[in-house]
């Protein structure tokens, strides 16, 4: 495994290695739901490149981007055991050289949701992810599903501006007792930790009435919302049932239709979500 900090070197590692060329780009702070992307990557492809970026335009002026956990150590150790061929971790001076001024910006789908609560996190998620296809030029690159709105808004832009690459969303690793996994976890006090699997046990109830026959989007919603409010240390933030391509909340919902939501314990915002089959 080659571990590359510039963009020079990663171009010229680019050309050495067989296509097709697999990426899975992320924060670092590794777990297995990374790494599921990486082996998701490894079985369709001749060569994997990962990247570690705590991408510092994502981040809003009160959140966590100073503390964000980092462990470049451990995440090289995983990244090598799950056989990536190269590891691409620049800098931000590399990436946000002085004077750095041009954006990328994918309109609607952005504003809702996440966008709502983060109103210039997804600007800097699709400008960071276009320099990164560009210098990595992968054939596919792989996303969780356990942020989905975000591989939504990812697989837009390359449809709106004609990227030369596939976007593949993979389903969302859990923990034994259900929560998704996410690097965000470490900053959980064990009370919130416990209270936290509250999320999932919502999700599947709401999943369980939606397989009953359950179209009330407002009374899947309530269902969500009352079975997380029964924990005091959860705060929600949103609960949605909206349209998997507009992100629109729906009335009626719809197979294929995104349920979505963000609870804050403390400081802490966890996301979950389910497509409704
Ligand atoms: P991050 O490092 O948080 O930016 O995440 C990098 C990639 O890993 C994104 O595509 C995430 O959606 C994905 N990811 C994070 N957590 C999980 C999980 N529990 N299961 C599957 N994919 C995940």
Redesign the pocket.
């Known amino acids: 495994m080659q571990v590359v900090e510039t963009i020079t070197e990663m171009k010229r590692l680019r050309r050495q290695l067989p296509e097709p060329f697999g990426f899975?780009?992320?924060?670092?702070?590794?777990?297995?739901?990374?790494i599921?992307?990486v082996r998701y990557a490894r079985k369709e492809n001749a060569s994997v490149v990962a990247s570690i970026f705590v991408n510092p335009t994502q981040f809003g002026p009160s959140e966590d981007f100073e503390d964000y956990p980092r462990d470049t150590k451990r995440d090289l150790a995983m990244l090598e055991e799950a056989k990536t061929d190269v590891v691409f971790i620049p800098p931000a001076t590399e990436m946000y050289p002085e004077r750095f001024s041009s954006w990328v910006e994918v309109g609607k789908l952005t504003e809702r949701l996440e966008g709502n609560a983060r109103p210039t996190h997804f600007r800097g998620v699709t400008t960071i992810c276009t320099k990164l296809f560009n210098i990595v030029e992968p054939t596919k690159a792989?996303?969780?599903?356990?942020?989905a709105q975000?591989?939504l808004v990812i697989k837009k832009m390359v449809a709106d501006l004609n990227m030369n690459l596939e976007i593949v969303m993979?389903?969302?690793?859990?923990e034994p007792d259900g929560l998704?996994?996410?690097?965000r976890h470490i900053y959980l006090s064990k009370e919130q930790r416990q209270a936290a699997v509250s999320l999932y046990e919502a999700i599947q109830l709401a999943e369980e009435l939606w397989s009953e026959g359950e179209r009330d989007a407002e009374h899947l919603r309530q269902v969500v919302t009352s079975h997380i409010q029964q924990q005091p240390l959860a705060e929600i933030e949103y609960v949605s049932v909206a349209d998997t391509e507009t992100l629109e909340e729906l009335k009626t919902a719809t197979s294929s239709g995104l349920l979505s939501l963000v609870v804050r314990f403390g400081k802490t915002r966890l996301l979950d979500n389910t497509i409704l089959k």
């Not at 992320?26 to 739901?33: D, E």
């Not at 993979?170 to 859990?174: I, K, N």
């Not at 998704?180 to 690097?183: D, F």
């Open positions: 899975v780009p992320t924060m670092g702070y590794l777990h297995k739901g990374h599921s992307l792989y996303f969780g599903q356990k942020d975000q591989a993979c389903p969302t690793v859990r998704a996994m996410s690097s």
